[in-house]
């Protein structure tokens, strides 16, 4: 039986996501033997099986990093895919995903850079929600310990596409300002 225009198969899954495994380690008879052991047990619905295979991902870097930056690096390639999964091809709004992604960016900014920062909230046009807050800096620490994007008040139909900017803070002179250790 031929799949609706809705269904995906795991032909479709290799052709659009092999890349991005093999970025980590994963081989397509791995994934095609294990999508074989996963549908009998959970589902055939290919989608379910890539979110399973994305929070592996997280789960696996998360466990298995040696230091902060590539972990930051690593959850923000799986991020990107899972937003991209969620708004283009689920047609959902994504207010979670990319407010993760934000966080990682937000960190991996701030433990990489020997720079004293701030963060620049870029937003879309179309959110009120957004609209006090476009263009707007903030202490890097403050947003780390508080986000200062509204995810959950955002309108778009496809949900929050606000990032955060990083912008290099100066002292008096036009200095950079270095981070204290």
Same mark, same amino acid.
């Given at each position: 039986?031929?799949?609706?225009?809705?269904?995906?198969?795991?032909?479709?899954?290799?052709?659009?996501?092999?890349?991005?495994?093999?970025?980590?380690?994963?081989?397509?008879?791995?994934?095609?033997?294990?999508?074989?052991?996963?549908?009998?047990?959970?589902?055939?619905?290919?989608?379910?099986?890539?979110?399973?295979?994305?929070?592996?991902?997280?789960?696996?870097?998360?466990?298995?990093?040696?230091?902060?930056?590539?972990?930051?690096?690593?959850?923000?390639?799986?991020?990107?895919?899972?937003?991209?999964?969620?708004?283009?091809?689920?047609?959902?709004?994504?207010?979670?995903?990319?407010?993760?992604?934000?966080?990682?960016?937000?960190?991996?900014?701030?433990?990489?850079?020997?720079?004293?920062?701030? *963060? /620049?909230?870029?937003?879309?046009?179309?959110?009120?929600?957004?609209?006090?807050?476009?263009?707007?800096?903030? %202490? !890097? +620490? &403050?947003?780390?310990?508080?986000? *200062? /994007?509204?995810?959950?008040?955002?309108?778009?139909?496809?949900?929050?596409?606000?990032?955060?900017?990083?912008? %290099? !803070? +100066? &002292?008096?002179?036009?200095?950079?300002?270095?981070?204290?250790?």
């Amino acid at each position: 039986m031929p799949n609706t225009k809705n269904e995906k198969s795991i032909e479709w899954l290799i052709k659009n996501y092999m890349p991005f495994f093999e970025n980590f380690g994963m081989e397509e008879q791995n994934i095609r033997s294990y999508y074989e052991e996963w549908k009998v047990e959970f589902s055939t619905n290919i989608n379910d099986f890539l979110w399973h295979i994305f929070n592996t991902l997280l789960h696996e870097n998360a466990t298995q990093s040696k230091d902060l930056e590539r972990f930051y690096k690593r959850n923000i390639e799986i991020y990107f895919e899972m937003l991209y999964l969620r708004r283009k091809i689920e047609g959902k709004a994504a207010n979670e995903i990319q407010q993760c992604l934000n966080r990682n960016k937000l960190q991996l900014q701030f433990e990489s850079s020997n720079l004293e920062l701030n *963060v /620049i909230v870029a937003t879309t046009k179309d959110c009120e929600a957004c609209k006090e807050i476009f263009n707007k800096e903030f %202490p !890097i +620490r &403050d947003v780390i310990k508080s986000d *200062v /994007i509204p995810y959950e008040k955002c309108t778009r139909k496809i949900g929050c596409a606000c990032v955060y900017t990083f912008k %290099p !803070i +100066r &002292d008096e002179n036009d200095n950079l300002i270095r981070k204290s250790k």
